[in-house]
Protein backbone atom coordinates (compact mmCIF):
# COMPACT_ATOMS: atom_id res chain seq x y z
CA UNK A 1 0.00 0.00 0.00
CA UNK A 2 1.13 3.56 -1.17
CA UNK A 3 0.27 4.71 2.54
CA UNK A 4 2.27 2.18 4.67
CA UNK A 5 5.52 3.50 1.75
CA UNK A 6 5.18 6.96 2.81
CA UNK A 7 4.80 5.97 6.30
CA UNK A 8 8.06 4.20 6.42
CA UNK A 9 9.58 7.22 4.51
CA UNK A 10 8.32 9.44 7.35
CA UNK A 11 9.66 7.22 9.66
CA UNK A 12 13.36 7.59 8.67
CA UNK A 13 13.37 11.10 9.83
CA UNK A 14 11.93 11.12 13.03
CA UNK A 15 14.28 7.98 14.63
CA UNK A 16 12.45 8.26 18.16
CA UNK A 17 11.75 5.27 19.73
CA UNK A 18 8.61 6.25 21.59
CA UNK A 19 7.64 8.21 18.15
CA UNK A 20 7.89 4.95 15.83
CA UNK A 21 6.14 3.11 18.44
CA UNK A 22 3.02 5.47 18.76
CA UNK A 23 2.88 5.99 14.89
CA UNK A 24 2.83 1.98 14.24
CA UNK A 25 0.34 1.50 16.52
CA UNK A 26 -1.66 4.30 15.71
CA UNK A 27 -4.35 2.94 13.83
CA UNK A 28 -5.28 1.11 16.91
CA UNK A 29 -4.67 3.47 19.04
CA UNK A 30 -7.00 5.99 17.99
CA UNK A 31 -9.77 3.57 17.85
CA UNK A 32 -9.02 2.40 21.27
CA UNK A 33 -10.86 5.04 23.27
CA UNK A 34 -13.96 5.15 21.12
CA UNK A 35 -14.30 1.39 21.56
CA UNK A 36 -13.44 1.73 25.09
CA UNK A 37 -16.48 3.94 26.00
CA UNK A 38 -18.50 1.90 23.74
CA UNK A 39 -17.90 -1.36 25.58
CA UNK A 40 -18.36 0.44 28.76
CA UNK A 41 -21.18 2.41 27.92
CA UNK A 42 -22.80 -0.33 25.40
CA UNK A 43 -21.92 -3.66 25.53
CA UNK A 44 -21.69 -3.82 29.57
CA UNK A 45 -24.29 -3.55 30.91
CA UNK A 46 -26.38 -5.40 28.13
CA UNK A 47 -24.42 -8.70 29.79
CA UNK A 48 -25.10 -7.28 33.12
CA UNK A 49 -28.86 -7.55 31.57
CA UNK A 50 -28.62 -10.43 30.49
CA UNK A 51 -27.70 -12.46 33.85
CA UNK A 52 -29.74 -10.61 35.57
CA UNK A 53 -32.94 -11.38 33.39
CA UNK A 54 -31.82 -15.17 34.23
CA UNK A 55 -32.31 -14.52 38.04
CA UNK A 56 -35.22 -13.29 40.37
CA UNK A 57 -34.31 -10.16 41.18
CA UNK A 58 -37.57 -7.76 42.23
CA UNK A 59 -37.72 -4.71 44.48
CA UNK A 60 -38.56 -7.02 47.64
CA UNK A 61 -35.95 -9.40 47.07
CA UNK A 62 -32.44 -9.51 45.47
CA UNK A 63 -32.97 -13.17 44.77
CA UNK A 64 -29.60 -14.16 42.43
CA UNK A 65 -30.19 -17.71 42.00
CA UNK A 66 -30.72 -19.16 38.73
CA UNK A 67 -34.05 -19.41 37.09
CA UNK A 68 -33.43 -20.09 33.95
CA UNK A 69 -36.37 -18.90 31.08
CA UNK A 70 -38.59 -18.07 33.82
CA UNK A 71 -38.54 -14.72 32.98
CA UNK A 72 -38.93 -15.21 29.44
CA UNK A 73 -41.55 -17.93 30.30
CA UNK A 74 -43.23 -14.93 31.51
CA UNK A 75 -42.89 -12.78 28.57
CA UNK A 76 -45.85 -14.99 26.85
CA UNK A 77 -48.42 -15.01 29.55
CA UNK A 78 -48.02 -11.28 30.13
CA UNK A 79 -51.15 -9.66 28.36
CA UNK A 80 -49.88 -6.02 29.41
CA UNK A 81 -46.84 -6.38 27.22
CA UNK A 82 -48.49 -8.42 23.79
CA UNK A 83 -51.28 -5.18 24.32
CA UNK A 84 -48.29 -2.74 24.35
CA UNK A 85 -46.53 -4.52 21.52
CA UNK A 86 -49.47 -4.08 19.54
CA UNK A 87 -50.14 0.01 20.81
CA UNK A 88 -47.00 0.49 19.41
CA UNK A 89 -47.49 -1.39 16.11
CA UNK A 90 -50.74 0.69 15.35
CA UNK A 91 -49.15 3.58 15.89
CA UNK A 92 -45.85 2.80 13.63
CA UNK A 93 -48.61 1.05 11.13
CA UNK A 94 -50.77 4.44 10.65
CA UNK A 95 -48.19 7.10 11.62
CA UNK A 96 -45.35 5.75 9.05
CA UNK A 97 -47.05 5.92 5.59
CA UNK A 98 -48.90 9.14 6.35
CA UNK A 99 -45.32 10.80 7.09
CA UNK A 100 -44.61 9.58 3.75
CA UNK A 101 -47.42 10.41 2.31
CA UNK A 102 -47.36 13.82 3.58
CA UNK A 103 -43.58 14.22 3.23
CA UNK A 104 -43.91 12.78 -0.49
CA UNK A 105 -46.83 15.24 -1.38
CA UNK A 106 -44.45 18.46 -0.40
CA UNK A 107 -41.44 17.70 -1.84
CA UNK A 108 -43.92 17.31 -5.02
CA UNK A 109 -44.74 20.65 -3.95
CA UNK A 110 -41.28 22.09 -3.60
CA UNK A 111 -39.14 19.89 -6.33
CA UNK A 112 -39.05 22.77 -8.52
CA UNK A 113 -37.14 25.93 -8.23
CA UNK A 114 -39.29 28.94 -7.19
CA UNK A 115 -38.19 32.25 -5.63
CA UNK A 116 -38.10 31.37 -1.66
CA UNK A 117 -38.45 28.10 -1.57
CA UNK A 118 -35.27 28.21 0.60
CA UNK A 119 -37.11 30.14 3.30
CA UNK A 120 -40.17 27.90 2.96
CA UNK A 121 -37.82 24.60 3.69
CA UNK A 122 -36.12 26.54 6.28
CA UNK A 123 -39.38 26.95 8.10
CA UNK A 124 -40.59 23.73 7.35
CA UNK A 125 -37.70 21.67 8.98
CA UNK A 126 -38.44 23.22 12.22
CA UNK A 127 -41.20 20.93 13.79
CA UNK A 128 -38.39 17.96 12.91
CA UNK A 129 -35.66 19.36 14.74
CA UNK A 130 -37.87 20.23 18.02
CA UNK A 131 -37.52 17.89 21.11
CA UNK A 132 -40.39 15.50 21.30
CA UNK A 133 -40.93 16.60 24.50
CA UNK A 134 -41.51 20.07 23.53
CA UNK A 135 -43.74 18.61 20.75
CA UNK A 136 -45.94 16.99 22.96
CA UNK A 137 -46.20 19.52 25.01
CA UNK A 138 -46.99 21.76 22.05
CA UNK A 139 -49.91 20.03 21.41
CA UNK A 140 -51.05 19.09 24.58
CA UNK A 141 -51.47 23.08 24.48
CA UNK A 142 -53.04 22.94 21.19
CA UNK A 143 -55.53 20.33 22.22
CA UNK A 144 -56.63 21.33 25.45
CA UNK A 145 -60.38 21.74 25.44
CA UNK A 146 -60.67 24.95 26.52
CA UNK A 147 -57.42 27.05 26.18
CA UNK A 148 -56.49 25.58 22.79
CA UNK A 149 -57.36 26.33 19.22
CA UNK A 150 -57.74 22.71 18.00
CA UNK A 151 -61.13 22.92 19.56
CA UNK A 152 -61.66 26.71 19.12
CA UNK A 153 -61.32 25.60 15.16
CA UNK A 154 -63.56 22.90 15.13
CA UNK A 155 -66.11 24.47 16.91
CA UNK A 156 -65.90 27.25 13.84
CA UNK A 157 -66.17 24.49 11.18
CA UNK A 158 -68.91 22.37 13.07
CA UNK A 159 -70.95 25.98 13.73
CA UNK A 160 -71.46 24.08 17.26
CA UNK A 161 -69.43 24.15 20.10
CA UNK A 162 -67.25 21.11 19.76
CA UNK A 163 -65.60 19.98 23.15
CA UNK A 164 -63.00 16.72 22.57
CA UNK A 165 -60.85 15.29 25.58
CA UNK A 166 -58.07 14.58 23.17
CA UNK A 167 -55.74 13.48 25.75
CA UNK A 168 -58.21 11.52 28.09
CA UNK A 169 -61.07 10.40 25.68
CA UNK A 170 -59.91 6.95 24.82
CA UNK A 171 -61.83 7.46 21.11
CA UNK A 172 -59.38 10.64 20.17
CA UNK A 173 -56.33 9.90 22.08
CA UNK A 174 -54.52 7.69 19.13
CA UNK A 175 -55.90 10.44 16.42
CA UNK A 176 -53.90 12.70 19.00
CA UNK A 177 -50.86 11.19 19.23
CA UNK A 178 -50.80 9.95 15.74
CA UNK A 179 -51.72 13.59 14.64
CA UNK A 180 -48.71 14.84 17.11
CA UNK A 181 -46.28 12.39 15.31
CA UNK A 182 -46.79 13.19 11.90
CA UNK A 183 -46.55 16.61 12.07
CA UNK A 184 -43.06 16.44 13.83
CA UNK A 185 -42.02 13.76 11.28
CA UNK A 186 -43.84 14.59 8.17
CA UNK A 187 -40.87 16.90 7.55
CA UNK A 188 -38.25 14.62 7.99
CA UNK A 189 -39.67 12.36 5.00
CA UNK A 190 -39.84 15.47 3.38
CA UNK A 191 -36.68 16.35 3.31
CA UNK A 192 -35.62 13.52 2.65
CA UNK A 193 -37.74 12.33 -0.37
CA UNK A 194 -37.13 16.37 -1.78
CA UNK A 195 -33.14 15.50 -1.61
CA UNK A 196 -33.84 11.97 -3.69
CA UNK A 197 -36.05 13.44 -6.46
CA UNK A 198 -33.38 16.01 -7.04
CA UNK A 199 -30.96 13.92 -8.07
CA UNK A 200 -33.56 11.86 -10.36
CA UNK A 201 -32.01 12.08 -13.57
CA UNK A 202 -33.94 14.74 -15.77
CA UNK A 203 -32.64 13.50 -19.19
CA UNK A 204 -35.09 10.70 -18.45
CA UNK A 205 -37.84 12.60 -17.26
CA UNK A 206 -37.30 14.55 -20.25
CA UNK A 207 -37.77 11.73 -22.75
CA UNK A 208 -40.94 10.84 -20.95
CA UNK A 209 -42.15 14.35 -21.66
CA UNK A 210 -41.58 14.20 -25.17
CA UNK A 211 -43.38 10.75 -25.56
CA UNK A 212 -46.42 12.10 -23.81
CA UNK A 213 -46.23 9.66 -21.09
CA UNK A 214 -49.24 11.03 -18.29
CA UNK A 215 -47.85 11.48 -14.83
CA UNK A 216 -49.16 8.43 -13.16
CA UNK A 217 -46.90 6.23 -15.51
CA UNK A 218 -43.77 8.82 -15.17
CA UNK A 219 -43.92 8.52 -11.08
CA UNK A 220 -44.36 4.86 -11.17
CA UNK A 221 -41.79 4.06 -14.19
CA UNK A 222 -38.83 6.32 -13.63
CA UNK A 223 -39.50 8.30 -10.22
CA UNK A 224 -40.21 5.86 -7.92
CA UNK A 225 -37.68 3.15 -8.78
CA UNK A 226 -35.09 6.06 -8.96
CA UNK A 227 -36.02 7.06 -4.72
CA UNK A 228 -36.90 4.10 -3.81
CA UNK A 229 -33.43 3.27 -1.80
CA UNK A 230 -33.94 6.71 -0.27
CA UNK A 231 -37.55 6.11 1.17
CA UNK A 232 -36.18 2.10 2.27
CA UNK A 233 -33.70 4.05 4.49
CA UNK A 234 -36.32 6.55 5.52
CA UNK A 235 -38.97 4.22 6.08
CA UNK A 236 -36.54 2.11 8.12
CA UNK A 237 -35.15 5.23 10.37
CA UNK A 238 -38.57 6.36 11.57
CA UNK A 239 -39.43 2.94 11.47
CA UNK A 240 -36.64 2.47 14.16
CA UNK A 241 -37.83 5.55 16.05
CA UNK A 242 -41.23 4.82 15.92
CA UNK A 243 -40.94 1.20 17.59
CA UNK A 244 -39.13 3.19 20.21
CA UNK A 245 -41.73 6.25 20.54
CA UNK A 246 -41.99 7.32 24.64
CA UNK A 247 -41.41 11.15 24.78
CA UNK A 248 -44.76 12.41 23.16
CA UNK A 249 -46.52 9.98 24.53
CA UNK A 250 -45.51 10.80 27.76
CA UNK A 251 -46.12 14.00 27.76
CA UNK A 252 -49.64 13.90 25.91
CA UNK A 253 -51.26 10.79 27.51
CA UNK A 254 -48.97 9.10 29.72
CA UNK A 255 -50.06 6.08 28.57
CA UNK A 256 -53.26 6.77 29.66
CA UNK A 257 -56.37 6.54 29.63
CA UNK A 258 -55.74 3.33 32.06
CA UNK A 259 -53.20 1.59 29.64
CA UNK A 260 -54.25 2.28 26.45
CA UNK A 261 -51.86 3.83 24.39
CA UNK A 262 -49.23 2.36 26.48
CA UNK A 263 -45.97 2.17 23.82
CA UNK A 264 -43.60 -0.98 24.51
CA UNK A 265 -41.27 1.51 25.70
CA UNK A 266 -43.56 2.91 28.21
CA UNK A 267 -43.95 -0.87 29.64
CA UNK A 268 -40.75 -1.52 29.93
CA UNK A 269 -40.34 1.59 31.75
CA UNK A 270 -43.12 1.15 34.03
CA UNK A 271 -41.77 -2.58 35.14
CA UNK A 272 -38.68 -1.47 35.68
CA UNK A 273 -38.95 2.20 37.91
CA UNK A 274 -42.25 1.85 39.22
CA UNK A 275 -42.87 -1.79 39.55
CA UNK A 276 -39.03 -2.68 40.16
CA UNK A 277 -39.15 -5.61 38.67
CA UNK A 278 -35.64 -5.62 38.17
CA UNK A 279 -35.43 -9.10 36.21
CA UNK A 280 -38.34 -9.30 34.34
CA UNK A 281 -37.91 -5.79 32.84
CA UNK A 282 -34.34 -7.12 31.43
CA UNK A 283 -36.52 -10.26 30.22
CA UNK A 284 -38.38 -7.52 28.43
CA UNK A 285 -35.37 -5.12 27.19
CA UNK A 286 -34.46 -8.41 25.52
CA UNK A 287 -37.29 -9.14 23.49
CA UNK A 288 -37.14 -5.67 22.58
CA UNK A 289 -33.85 -6.13 21.18
CA UNK A 290 -34.58 -9.35 19.47
CA UNK A 291 -37.31 -7.36 17.81
CA UNK A 292 -35.53 -4.42 16.56
CA UNK A 293 -32.61 -6.29 15.67
CA UNK A 294 -34.77 -7.59 12.90
CA UNK A 295 -35.28 -4.39 11.70
CA UNK A 296 -32.18 -3.31 11.99
CA UNK A 297 -30.43 -5.72 9.69
CA UNK A 298 -32.43 -4.36 6.91
CA UNK A 299 -31.43 -1.11 7.58
CA UNK A 300 -27.87 -1.99 7.48
CA UNK A 301 -28.38 -3.71 4.37
CA UNK A 302 -30.87 -1.23 2.84
CA UNK A 303 -28.40 1.67 4.06
CA UNK A 304 -25.12 -0.24 2.31
CA UNK A 305 -27.20 -0.34 -1.07
CA UNK A 306 -27.75 3.17 -1.14
CA UNK A 307 -24.04 4.18 0.02
CA UNK B 1 -39.39 20.97 -14.69
CA UNK B 2 -42.88 20.75 -16.75
CA UNK B 3 -42.34 22.66 -19.59
CA UNK B 4 -45.65 24.90 -20.79
CA UNK B 5 -45.45 27.32 -23.47
CA UNK B 6 -48.07 29.78 -22.43
CA UNK B 7 -46.99 32.27 -19.90
CA UNK B 8 -50.65 32.98 -18.80
CA UNK B 9 -50.43 29.47 -17.93
CA UNK B 10 -47.34 29.26 -15.97
CA UNK B 11 -48.03 32.10 -13.92
CA UNK B 12 -51.25 30.61 -12.77
CA UNK B 13 -49.37 27.40 -11.78
CA UNK B 14 -46.65 29.15 -10.04
CA UNK B 15 -49.41 30.84 -8.07
CA UNK B 16 -51.24 27.76 -7.34
CA UNK B 17 -48.06 26.23 -6.01
CA UNK B 18 -47.17 29.45 -3.59
CA UNK B 19 -50.31 29.22 -2.45
CA UNK B 20 -50.09 25.07 -1.61
CA UNK B 21 -46.79 26.38 -0.08
CA UNK B 22 -48.03 28.86 1.96
CA UNK B 23 -50.82 26.40 3.43
CA UNK B 24 -48.59 23.89 4.35
CA UNK B 25 -46.05 26.43 5.88
CA UNK B 26 -48.99 27.58 7.91
CA UNK B 27 -50.31 24.58 8.99
CA UNK B 28 -47.13 23.27 10.13
CA UNK B 29 -45.97 25.92 11.92
CA UNK B 30 -49.14 27.44 13.91
CA UNK B 31 -48.10 25.14 16.72
CA UNK B 32 -44.31 26.62 16.91
CA UNK B 33 -46.41 29.76 16.80
CA UNK B 34 -48.65 28.84 19.56
CA UNK B 35 -46.00 27.69 21.30
CA UNK B 36 -44.16 30.70 21.21
CA UNK B 37 -47.28 33.41 21.70
CA UNK B 38 -48.45 31.40 25.12
CA UNK B 39 -45.05 32.36 26.09
CA UNK B 40 -45.77 35.94 25.75
CA UNK B 41 -48.98 35.98 27.36
CA UNK B 42 -50.07 37.34 30.58
CA UNK B 43 -51.92 34.48 33.05
CA UNK B 44 -55.08 36.16 32.25
CA UNK B 45 -54.84 36.06 28.17
CA UNK B 46 -53.51 31.89 28.59
CA UNK B 47 -56.75 31.54 30.53
CA UNK B 48 -58.93 32.89 28.49
CA UNK B 49 -61.88 31.82 26.40
CA UNK B 50 -62.04 31.18 23.97
CA UNK B 51 -58.12 31.53 23.75
CA UNK B 52 -56.82 34.54 22.06
CA UNK B 53 -54.49 34.02 18.85
CA UNK B 54 -52.52 37.10 18.99
CA UNK B 55 -50.87 38.25 23.12
CA UNK B 56 -52.20 42.02 23.58
CA UNK B 57 -48.80 42.98 24.03
CA UNK B 58 -45.11 41.37 24.07
CA UNK B 59 -44.04 41.05 27.74
CA UNK B 60 -41.78 38.65 29.38
CA UNK B 61 -42.65 37.68 32.73
CA UNK B 62 -43.03 34.14 32.15
CA UNK B 63 -39.59 33.89 31.30
CA UNK B 64 -38.58 36.21 33.99
CA UNK B 65 -40.25 33.61 35.90
CA UNK B 66 -38.12 30.69 35.33
CA UNK B 67 -34.85 32.90 36.25
CA UNK B 68 -36.24 33.56 39.18
CA UNK B 69 -37.05 30.12 40.21
CA UNK B 70 -33.80 28.75 39.01
CA UNK B 71 -35.48 26.92 36.66
CA UNK B 72 -33.23 28.34 34.21
CA UNK B 73 -30.63 26.14 35.98
CA UNK B 74 -32.15 22.52 34.00
CA UNK B 75 -31.32 25.04 30.20
CA UNK B 76 -27.82 25.41 31.44
CA UNK B 77 -27.07 21.77 32.60
CA UNK B 78 -28.62 20.58 29.54
CA UNK B 79 -25.85 23.58 27.86
CA UNK B 80 -23.12 21.75 29.68
CA UNK B 81 -23.86 18.33 29.07
CA UNK B 82 -24.48 18.42 25.52
CA UNK B 83 -21.98 20.69 24.34
CA UNK B 84 -19.37 18.63 26.57
CA UNK B 85 -20.55 15.33 25.55
CA UNK B 86 -19.93 16.45 21.67
CA UNK B 87 -17.24 17.81 22.26
CA UNK B 88 -15.63 14.40 23.64
CA UNK B 89 -17.89 12.55 21.18
CA UNK B 90 -16.96 14.40 18.19
CA UNK B 91 -12.68 13.94 18.79
CA UNK B 92 -12.73 10.25 19.85
CA UNK B 93 -15.21 9.45 16.82
CA UNK B 94 -13.28 11.37 14.46
CA UNK B 95 -10.12 9.88 15.20
CA UNK B 96 -11.86 6.28 15.21
CA UNK B 97 -13.21 6.78 12.06
CA UNK B 98 -10.23 7.93 10.45
CA UNK B 99 -8.59 5.00 11.61
CA UNK B 100 -11.24 3.08 9.67
CA UNK B 101 -11.70 5.02 6.60
CA UNK B 102 -7.68 4.78 6.22
CA UNK B 103 -6.37 1.78 7.87
CA UNK B 104 -9.65 -0.48 7.73
CA UNK B 105 -8.83 -1.18 11.14
CA UNK B 106 -11.59 -3.84 12.27
CA UNK B 107 -12.82 -4.17 8.52
CA UNK B 108 -16.26 -4.28 7.93
CA UNK B 109 -17.21 -6.11 10.77
CA UNK B 110 -15.86 -3.36 13.42
CA UNK B 111 -17.80 -0.63 11.06
CA UNK B 112 -21.20 -2.92 11.62
CA UNK B 113 -20.74 -3.49 14.82
CA UNK B 114 -20.25 0.30 15.35
CA UNK B 115 -23.42 1.17 13.54
CA UNK B 116 -25.35 -1.12 14.86
CA UNK B 117 -25.02 0.59 18.62
CA UNK B 118 -26.57 3.59 17.06
CA UNK B 119 -29.99 1.22 16.46
CA UNK B 120 -30.00 -0.29 19.86
CA UNK B 121 -32.98 1.18 21.64
CA UNK B 122 -32.47 3.46 24.47
CA UNK B 123 -35.27 1.48 26.75
CA UNK B 124 -33.81 -1.63 26.42
CA UNK B 125 -29.97 -0.73 28.12
CA UNK B 126 -31.43 1.96 29.90
CA UNK B 127 -32.53 0.10 32.94
CA UNK B 128 -28.87 -2.09 33.20
CA UNK B 129 -26.98 1.12 32.92
CA UNK B 130 -29.54 2.85 35.62
CA UNK B 131 -28.42 -0.35 37.92
CA UNK B 132 -24.58 0.12 37.34
CA UNK B 133 -24.84 3.80 38.42
CA UNK B 134 -27.01 3.41 40.84
CA UNK B 135 -24.19 0.57 42.48
CA UNK B 136 -21.33 3.37 41.22
CA UNK B 137 -22.88 6.31 42.82
CA UNK B 138 -22.89 8.05 39.16
CA UNK B 139 -26.72 8.77 39.18
CA UNK B 140 -27.45 12.61 39.16
CA UNK B 141 -23.92 13.23 38.48
CA UNK B 142 -22.49 15.40 35.09
CA UNK B 143 -19.87 13.11 34.51
CA UNK B 144 -22.54 10.12 34.35
CA UNK B 145 -24.71 11.72 32.06
CA UNK B 146 -22.08 12.71 30.00
CA UNK B 147 -20.37 9.37 29.44
CA UNK B 148 -24.08 8.33 28.67
CA UNK B 149 -24.14 10.37 26.05
CA UNK B 150 -20.98 10.53 24.56
CA UNK B 151 -21.06 6.70 24.26
CA UNK B 152 -24.39 7.26 22.62
CA UNK B 153 -23.53 9.81 19.98
CA UNK B 154 -20.12 8.02 19.49
CA UNK B 155 -21.30 5.46 16.49
CA UNK B 156 -23.46 8.75 14.96
CA UNK B 157 -19.79 10.31 14.64
CA UNK B 158 -17.80 7.52 13.65
CA UNK B 159 -20.32 6.30 11.01
CA UNK B 160 -20.75 9.86 9.53
CA UNK B 161 -17.01 11.24 9.50
CA UNK B 162 -16.22 8.02 8.09
CA UNK B 163 -18.38 9.06 5.20
CA UNK B 164 -16.87 12.55 5.08
CA UNK B 165 -12.83 11.00 5.44
CA UNK B 166 -13.62 8.72 2.67
CA UNK B 167 -14.17 11.88 0.36
CA UNK B 168 -11.03 13.36 1.25
CA UNK B 169 -8.83 13.08 -1.86
CA UNK B 170 -6.15 10.46 -0.22
CA UNK B 171 -3.02 12.17 -1.85
CA UNK B 172 -3.19 15.25 0.06
CA UNK B 173 -2.41 13.31 2.95
CA UNK B 174 0.40 11.12 0.81
CA UNK B 175 1.79 14.08 -0.09
CA UNK B 176 2.19 15.83 3.20
CA UNK B 177 3.68 12.32 4.53
CA UNK B 178 6.43 12.68 1.69
CA UNK B 179 6.53 16.19 3.33
CA UNK B 180 7.52 14.98 6.20
CA UNK B 181 4.66 15.48 8.55
CA UNK B 182 4.28 12.41 10.69
CA UNK B 183 0.93 10.94 11.28
CA UNK B 184 -1.03 12.96 13.83
CA UNK B 185 0.22 16.06 12.07
CA UNK B 186 -1.47 14.83 8.55
CA UNK B 187 -4.70 14.36 10.55
CA UNK B 188 -4.39 17.81 12.24
CA UNK B 189 -3.26 19.59 9.72
CA UNK B 190 -4.34 17.99 6.42
CA UNK B 191 -7.61 15.89 7.32
CA UNK B 192 -9.00 18.13 10.12
CA UNK B 193 -9.43 21.28 7.96
CA UNK B 194 -11.01 19.13 5.21
CA UNK B 195 -13.63 17.69 6.84
CA UNK B 196 -14.71 21.01 8.71
CA UNK B 197 -17.95 21.30 7.37
CA UNK B 198 -19.12 17.48 8.12
CA UNK B 199 -17.38 17.83 11.65
CA UNK B 200 -19.40 21.31 12.35
CA UNK B 201 -22.60 19.34 10.95
CA UNK B 202 -22.02 15.75 13.04
CA UNK B 203 -21.64 18.35 15.90
CA UNK B 204 -24.62 19.93 15.46
CA UNK B 205 -26.57 16.52 15.18
CA UNK B 206 -24.77 15.16 18.56
CA UNK B 207 -25.44 18.24 20.40
CA UNK B 208 -29.45 17.90 19.29
CA UNK B 209 -28.96 14.63 20.33
CA UNK B 210 -28.21 15.29 23.92
CA UNK B 211 -30.33 18.34 23.88
CA UNK B 212 -33.65 16.52 22.61
CA UNK B 213 -33.00 13.51 25.35
CA UNK B 214 -35.48 12.26 27.50
CA UNK B 215 -35.44 8.98 29.05
CA UNK B 216 -31.84 8.95 29.54
CA UNK B 217 -32.29 12.39 31.42
CA UNK B 218 -35.29 11.16 33.16
CA UNK B 219 -33.82 7.81 34.63
CA UNK B 220 -30.15 9.30 35.63
CA UNK B 221 -30.96 12.32 36.70
CA UNK B 222 -32.89 13.96 40.08
CA UNK B 223 -32.03 17.50 41.07
CA UNK B 224 -28.82 18.65 40.44
CA UNK B 225 -28.18 17.78 36.72
CA UNK B 226 -31.84 17.91 35.64
CA UNK B 227 -32.26 18.77 31.97
CA UNK B 228 -34.60 20.85 30.32
CA UNK B 229 -36.66 18.37 28.88
CA UNK B 230 -37.09 16.47 32.41
CA UNK B 231 -37.51 20.09 34.05
CA UNK B 232 -40.81 20.60 31.00
CA UNK B 233 -42.30 17.38 32.13
CA UNK B 234 -42.41 18.83 36.07
CA UNK B 235 -45.01 21.60 34.78
CA UNK B 236 -47.45 18.87 34.05
CA UNK B 237 -49.30 18.41 37.17
CA UNK B 238 -52.65 16.30 38.00
CA UNK B 239 -55.19 19.01 37.82
CA UNK B 240 -53.13 22.56 36.67
CA UNK B 241 -50.80 22.79 34.12
CA UNK B 242 -47.85 25.79 34.18
CA UNK B 243 -48.85 26.80 31.13
CA UNK B 244 -46.46 29.74 31.22
CA UNK B 245 -43.72 27.81 31.93
CA UNK B 246 -44.29 25.15 29.66
CA UNK B 247 -44.03 27.97 26.65
CA UNK B 248 -41.51 29.50 28.17
CA UNK B 249 -39.67 26.67 28.96
CA UNK B 250 -39.94 24.78 25.75
CA UNK B 251 -38.98 28.26 23.84
CA UNK B 252 -35.96 28.42 25.52
CA UNK B 253 -35.31 24.97 25.02
CA UNK B 254 -35.71 25.05 21.14
CA UNK B 255 -33.80 28.65 20.82
CA UNK B 256 -30.30 27.11 20.18
CA UNK B 257 -31.24 24.12 18.34
CA UNK B 258 -33.16 26.44 15.70
CA UNK B 259 -30.03 28.78 15.60
CA UNK B 260 -27.70 25.38 14.97
CA UNK B 261 -29.73 23.68 12.70
CA UNK B 262 -30.61 26.82 10.26
CA UNK B 263 -26.93 27.18 9.72
CA UNK B 264 -25.78 24.25 8.91
CA UNK B 265 -29.40 23.86 6.61
CA UNK B 266 -27.04 22.69 3.94
CA UNK B 267 -25.66 19.62 6.00
CA UNK B 268 -29.53 18.82 7.17
CA UNK B 269 -30.01 16.17 4.64
CA UNK B 270 -26.97 14.01 5.19
CA UNK B 271 -26.82 13.77 8.44
CA UNK B 272 -30.38 12.84 9.39
CA UNK B 273 -30.18 10.00 7.21
CA UNK B 274 -27.12 8.95 8.54
CA UNK B 275 -24.81 9.42 5.25
CA UNK B 276 -27.51 7.46 3.09
CA UNK B 277 -28.40 10.58 1.32
CA UNK B 278 -25.72 13.14 0.57
CA UNK B 279 -27.96 15.72 -0.79
Known amino acids: ?9 AEQRRPSRLGRMLEDRLPYLIVAPAILILLLVGLFPLIYSLIVSFQ ?63 IFLALLVLPTVISPIVAGATWRL ?12 LSFIAGEPVRILWTVNPAYVYPAIIICEV ?31 SYLRVLRAIVLPAIAPVIAVACLIRGLDLVRIFDIIWTLTE ?29 ISFLVIALLTVITTLVLKRMELAR | MRVSKLPARKARILALRYLGAGVVTLLFLFPVYWLFMISFKTPDEIYHVPPLWIPGQIQFSNYYVLFKDGDVLAILNSLIVAS ?17 ARFGTGGENLAMWIISQRMIPPIAVVFPIFLIYVYFGLVDSYFGLILLYTAFNLPYVIWMMRGYIVDVPLELEESALVDGLNRWEVIWKVVFPMVRPGLMATSVFT ?12 VLTRTEVITFPVMLTHYFGGQSNFWAKIAAMS ?17 LVRGISLGAVKG
Do not use: K
Not at chain 1, 142 to 153: C, H, K
Not at chain 2, 84 to 100: E, K, Q, R
Not at chain 2, 251 to 267: D, E
Open chain 1, 142 to 153: MFDVRFGPIGQI
Open chain 1, 1 to 9: MTLSASLNG
Open chain 2, 84 to 100: VSSGIAIVLGTLCAYSL
Open chain 2, 207 to 218: FAFAWNDFLFAL
Open chain 1, 255 to 283: GGPGSMTETISLYTYVQGFSQFETSYTAA
Open chain 1, 183 to 213: WQWSPFMFLLLLAALSNVDPSQLEAAEIDGA
Open chain 1, 56 to 118: RITMTENDTTFVGLLNYAELFRDTRLWASLGHTAIITAIALPLELLIGFLMAQLFIDRMPGRQ
Open chain 2, 251 to 267: VLGTLPIFVAVSVMQRY
